[in-house]
C-alpha cells in the first residue's frame, strides 16, 4: 500500500526566512511525486510533478527534489502570500494507480 | 488552459432535498475524478470516470450518484444526505487515468463546491 508522510504539520516563517517541507513516500513503482497548493476553502492548484530520482523543478520561490524515499519543497525567501497548505501525492503502478495525499504542511509567513 | 470549472460554489441542503452538482473541463481530458474533502485533511477520492465510464468507486454511499453525460462534463447527484456529508467535493481531471508518459496522469482540480447538509 502506497503511504506518504509529510512534515512538519505545521511551519511559521518570518518574510525573507527560508526552509523546507518534507514528503516521505513509500510506494511500488514510482509512476510521479505531484506537490499542489491549497488555499483555504478552494481546490488545490497544481505546483509540480517530480518522476525520478535527482529531478528538480523550479517555480518562482519554490524548488521540488526528489530522491528515492522523499521529496523536498523548498521555500526561498517566502512572503506572505505563500501562505496556503501544500500538499504531496504520489501515484504507483498499482492496480488502482491513484493519487496517495499525504495530509499536508500548514505554511503560514507571516509579514 | 488548465481550468476546471464547478457549480454551484455553496450548497445548503436538507437532509430530504435532492441536488446537483456539477463539473466542466474543456482541456480535452479523457479523466474525471469526484473527491471529498472535510477540513484539515486531504482530499478523499470518490469516483473516477475515463473515456465517460466509471472505472473506480470507492465504496461511496449510494445516495451519492456520479454523471459523466460526455466527455468535458461530470455530475453528482445528491439524495437523502447526511449532515456528516457536509464538506467541499471537488472535482478533477487529467489527461488519462493511467497513462504511461509524463504528465498524462497530472490531475487538475476545479474551485471545490461547498457543502452544507442540515
Known amino acids: 500500500e502506497d503511504q506518504v508522510t509529510q512534515s512538519p504539520e505545521a511551519l511559521r516563517l518570518q518574510e525573507g526566512e527560508s526552509s523546507s517541507l518534507n514528503c516521505s513516500y513509500t510506494?511500488?513503482?514510482?509512476?510521479?511525486l505531484f506537490w499542489y497548493r491549497q488555499d483555504p476553502g478552494k481546490g488545490p492548484e497544481f505546483l509540480f510533478t517530480?518522476?525520478?530520482a535527482g529531478e528538480e523543478k523550479e517555480k518562482e520561490r519554490l524548488k521540488a527534489t526528489l530522491t528515492k524515499k522523499e521529496s523536498f519543497l523548498h521555500i526561498t525567501a517566502p512572503k506572505p502570500e505563500d501562505s496556503a497548505t501544500y500538499l504531496c501525492?504520489?501515484?504507483?503502478?498499482?492496480?488502482?494507480?491513484?493519487?496517495?495525499f499525504g495530509s499536508g504542511t500548514q505554511l503560514t509567513v507571516l509579514p | 488552459d488548465t481550468e476546471v470549472t464547478q457549480t454551484p460554489k455553496h450548497l445548503v441542503m436538507g437532509m430530504t432535498n435532492k441536488k446537483s452538482l456539477k463539473c466542466e473541463q474543456h482541456?480535452?481530458?479523457?479523466?474525471m475524478y469526484w473527491y471529498k474533502q472535510k477540513a484539515k485533511k486531504p482530499p478523499e477520492l470518490m469516483f473516477v470516470?475515463?473515456?465517460?465510464?466509471?472505472?473506480i468507486n470507492e465504496s461511496v454511499p449510494s445516495r451519492f450518484s456520479p454523471e459523466c453525460p460526455n466527455s468535458s462534463l461530470l455530475n453528482l447527484h445528491l439524495h437523502a444526505l447526511q449532515p456528516e456529508d457536509s464538506a467541499l467535493y471537488l472535482c478533477a481531471s487529467s489527461p488519462q487515468v493511467s497513462g504511461s508518459g509524463r504528465g498524462q496522469n497530472e490531475q487538475f482540480f476545479g474551485p471545490g463546491t461547498r457543502l452544507t447538509v442540515l
Open positions: 517530480l518522476y525520478s
Open positions: 470516470y475515463s473515456y465517460e465510464k466509471l472505472s
Open positions: 501525492a504520489v501515484q504507483g503502478a498499482g492496480s488502482a494507480r491513484q493519487l496517495t
Open positions: 510506494v511500488s513503482g514510482l509512476r510521479g
Open positions: 482541456m480535452g481530458h479523457r479523466a
